[in-house]
């Protein structure tokens, strides 16, 4: 046997074992046996972790906690229904929930009620004391009734049959009865024993799927997909519950069964529906506010679909839920598309721009209010400002001037209908923007110089990209920048001016800028504009600047738009438009018009009027011609009143002749052959005239010789 025996030689240094005739290079198996049972674990491990996370071993997860839950719950409520009815627990959570909606008369009820079922209840209780006691009594007279009874029959079947032993015949019938019962009941035991507490535990996982007690995870994928199910009060109460607010869900698991008494009735409004939802003690509006998010998801709603807000009552939120995926849909094009007879006052009339959330038209009133719209780059502000600036066109009494300082053309189709119209980025264009709105002011000063009771025509200045001249670097010959928001800003002191007065004449300003900060638009610019419009926003920092402190305390809450993808969705507070009560602000879907729709409701605004001649810069003062200014503004007419060619020369150019009278109107005309004249018992002037008049002018007396 020894011969069989290989010899092993030990290495001292590593302590391994070789064969006779091994290398020290070749490596020997070094305790082959301490590195297999790892390998073997971890294979083990990954098998056993593969198996696990599987789908199958996923949905028999799903399927034993699912139905192990419904037996759980399905127990705790029969045994809280069974607690409710044997106690007075249902009857105090009524009195708290009561009490907490403020309602004291119901928990005055409640309580009442309360007392009544204690009452019964000693009653009840003091009957069964005196139950043995009677229960015997009624069995002695029981028993003997039926013995008597059953005797009694035995004779009567006695004398029917003439024989004796049918005395005894119905007592022993009763008795063999009884004996079957007994054996039956004996077979039946066994079997009954065993299957009632499978038959308990399925009447517990009945009433535990039907209320549907396991957790989303568990359920099927076509059940756990709930979004867009109809909201009932259980459904807001559960939301409001699971929201992570504390003393919220503990108020709520005290009023039990009763937590839809913290809300009032749900309405349908529009593409959803709207419930008012009274907080308990300790839990504040903001609280809830600051969990939207978490609110819609546990309402089974996107974020964007669920709006809060803060009705006049207190400790009250407002809740707007939409449903699932409508406010994906668009809203239909403008009415100022549809209908070619679409008219505009600027007075009495509201521009139809858009629906609010509810569905139902949000219309503007854009009489003697100043404007500012902001939002982020390329989410619709220029186009929902220029929505409302046609509807108005279409008023034949407006006059509009523009500056777009973005001057991709934007307002192009403003031209022949807005007496300036200036397009473009740079800082030339800036000052003639900044020179545009100091001529508002000039009109503005002269029109309050009037007298009293003078009615004036609306005159409206647009500034779009209006932040572009609050960082304009230029600075004009006087040394005062056109930009910044100091006290020496040009652009900036003029926009203050007429947001001062320009309301009581109507002289009107309309701002749309982008990303809004405290360089790009300085505080008393914003809080200078009655309407206030914001699209979608980054911060809610910007959100309080574009709207106000109040209106975000409110509510509104541009900056949680969805960027993008709420392309024309503005959030406005203005005294214009009807915001539901007790808000600050409304949401609104705009109408998008587009450049070729824009054209031609521009078109049938411009077929209203007599034709005008946009100037594309503004003109200095000393640069004027008033000869050649006059034929400008008459335009196509034969003849125009005096006192008309003095406005559209103020309108034409408010340095040159914003303060002109008709004295200095004929100073201009004496000597010229162009003279005004009486036309059906009115001062005139005529465009034939004025043409000879620039015809016949000697080359040198252009400007200089007319002044």
């Known amino acids: 046997m020894t011969d069989n025996v290989v010899p092993l030689f030990k290495d001292p240094t590593t302590g391994t074992y070789t064969l006779p005739g091994d290398t020290p290079e070749t490596p020997a198996v070094a305790a082959p046996d301490s590195v297999r049972p790892v390998r073997r674990w971890k294979r083990t491990a990954r098998s056993l972790r593969a198996a696990v996370t599987s789908e199958p071993a996923r949905t028999a997860a799903r399927l034993v906690a699912r139905h192990g839950m419904y037996v759980l719950g399905g127990t705790r409520i029969t045994a809280k229904r069974a607690w409710d009815g044997r106690t007075g627990s249902r009857y105090e959570r009524m009195i708290r929930a009561a009490e907490a909606a403020g309602n004291f008369e119901e928990a005055k009820e409640w309580e009442d009620r309360l007392t009544r079922f204690r009452s019964a209840r000693h009653h009840r209780r003091m009957d069964l004391l005196k139950a ?15 013995i008597g009874g059953l005797l009694l029959l035995g004779i009567v079947l006695a004398i029917a049959n003439k024989d004796a032993t049918w005395i005894l015949a119905p007592i022993t019938a009763v008795i063999e009865a009884i004996a079957a019962a007994v054996h039956v009941a004996t077979v039946v035991w066994g079997p009954a024993v065993t299957i009632s507490p499978w038959l308990g535990l399925l009447a517990l996982w009945g009433v535990g799927r039907q209320r549907q007690t396991a957790p989303q995870w568990a359920l099927p994928a076509q059940q756990r997909d709930d979004a867009g ?18 003393p919220m869900r503990k108020a709520i698991k005290e009023m039990g069964d009763a937590g839809a008494a913290m809300l009032g009735p749900i309405r349908i409004a529009g593409c959803g529906v709207e419930v008012d939802a009274t907080l308990p003690s300790g839990v504040s509006t903001k609280e809830v506010q600051g969990r939207r998010r978490k609110l819609a998801e546990n309402l089974g709603r996107h974020e964007h679909e669920v709006f809060i807000t803060l009705p006049a009552a207190a400790r009250t939120v407002r809740l707007w839920i939409a449903d699932s995926g409508a406010l994906d849909e668009p809203i239909g094009p403008s009415p100022l598309v549809t209908d070619p007879k679409a008219a505009a006052n600027y007075k009495t009339g509201k521009a139809p721009w858009g629906q609010d959330l509810r ?13 500012l719209a902001t939002g982020l780059s390329n989410q619709g502000k220029t186009a929902a400002l220029r929505a409302l600036a046609l509807w108005l066109a279409l008023d034949k009494t407006v006059e509009f001037r523009i500056a777009d300082l973005k001057g991709v053309g934007d307002w192009g189709m403003f ?27 000039a009109e503005m000063e002269r029109r309050i110089q009037m007298p009293p009771g003078t009615v004036f025509t609306p005159l409206i200045g647009i500034v779009d990209e209006a932040q572009v001249a609050f960082m304009c670097p230029a600075v004009g010959a006087d040394k005062r920048p056109y930009g910044g928001s100091k006290a020496t800003s040009r652009y900036f002191m003029a926009v203050r001016k007429i947001h001062n007065q320009g309301r009581a004449v109507d002289v009107l300003l309309w701002e749309g800028t982008q990303d809004p900060t405290d360089q790009n638009l300085p505080k008393l610019v914003r809080e200078g504009a009655h309407t206030r419009i914001s699209l979608v926003l980054g911060t809610e920092s910007q959100a309080r600047m574009a709207l106000g402190d109040k209106a975000v305390d409110g509510g509104a809450a541009p900056h949680l738009l969805r960027q ?62 008033p000869l050649a200014d006059i034929l400008t503004v008459l335009g196509t007419e034969a003849r125009v009143l ?66």
């Open 132 to 146: 043995p006691q009677d229960a015997v009594k009624s069995a002695a007279y029981g028993a003997g009734l039926t």
């Open 359 to 371: 569905g139902d038209a949000a219309t503007l009133s854009l009489y003697q209010r100043h404007i």
């Open 564 to 625: 993008d993808l709420d392309k024309g969705t503005v959030v406005v507070a203005s005294g214009g438009i009807t915001i539901p009560a007790g808000q600050t602000s409304i949401t609104v879907r705009t109408h998008y018009i587009d450049d070729e729709q824009a054209a031609e409701v521009a078109d049938r605004a411009k077929a209203l009027r007599d034709g005008i001649t946009t100037a594309h810069t503004v003109a200095a003062a000393d640069e004027s011609d």
């Open 642 to 707: 005096t006192q008309e060619v003095l406005k559209r020369l103020a309108a034409l150019n408010g340095k040159a002749y914003g303060r002109w009278s008709f004295i200095d109107l004929k100073r201009v005309l004496d000597g010229t052959g162009a003279e005004p004249y009486k036309s059906d018992g009115r001062m005139v002037i005529g465009r034939d005239r004025i043409t000879r008049a620039l015809t016949n002018r000697p080359e040198d007396g252009s400007a200089s010789a007319t002044k």
């Open 415 to 441: 031209d022949g209908l807005a007496t300036t119209l200036i397009q473009g980025p740079t800082d030339e264009h800036v000052i003639q923007a900044t020179e545009m709105v100091e001529e508002l002011v």
């Open 229 to 246: 199910a109809p909201i009932t009060p259980s459904i807001v109460v559960t939301a409001l519950r699971d929201l992570g607010i504390a």
